[in-house]
């Protein structure tokens, strides 16, 4: 009983596939970062390009390697004390925490542009992908998750507009026309 108890607890708060926190985890975690009002934290959108169109040539099982695989890859470039969040399809979210520098969230960004766009052999094919990204920052962003989570989506969808495979960080110039 107890070990059927804890992998519904598991399954809550976790995504089936990539074994990621999922947005319920999300949401709980930054309630918890929102509480610490002392605590700078920077909040990634990313949103993978062309993930649509690897899926579509390839099937779902390409999808599903790409998705896995990106889970690691996203893992490996962050430290054990932020979180990657899969919130759905191909959108992931990161939490860096306790941010000192809008340069480290910076060359994070960077990292996961690099990585994201090397390629994924899936049967001995090449696929590539990339990612768009975009970032806001608590508190100088936003106060609450949804604000937060608007304005680094907002940037995310600068960075397709321009092509995709970057990041941006939010600016005020930045509107719903945008998205």
Do not use: W
Not at 56 to 74: C, E, P, S, W
């Amino acid at each position: 009983r107890i070990l059927a108890e804890d992998q519904i607890r598991h399954f809550v708060y976790y995504d089936a596939l990539t074994k990621l926190s999922n947005t319920k985890k999300l949401q709980e975690d930054i309630d918890i970062l929102l509480d610490n009002k002392n605590e700078k934290f920077a909040f990634l959108f990313i949103d993978l390009d062309k993930f649509k169109s690897a899926n579509d040539n390839y099937g779902h099982q390409a999808g599903d390697y790409i998705l896995k695989t990106v889970a690691m890859r996203l893992k490996d470039i962050i430290s054990s004390t932020h979180t990657v969040y899969r919130i759905g399809g191909d959108e992931f979210i990161i939490i860096i925490k306790n941010l000192k520098v809008i340069a480290n969230v910076e060359k994070i960004a960077i990292a996961i542009g690099e990585t994201l766009s090397a390629a994924f052999i899936y049967n001995e094919n090449k696929l590539f992908i990339g990612a768009s990204i975009g970032i806001s920052i608590f508190p100088k962003h936003g106060i609450d998750q949804d604000t937060l989570s608007t304005k680094a989506d907002l940037a995310m969808y600068k960075v397709k507009r321009e092509g995709g495979n970057g990041y941006k960080i939010y600016c005020s110039e930045m509107k719903d026309e945008d998205l």
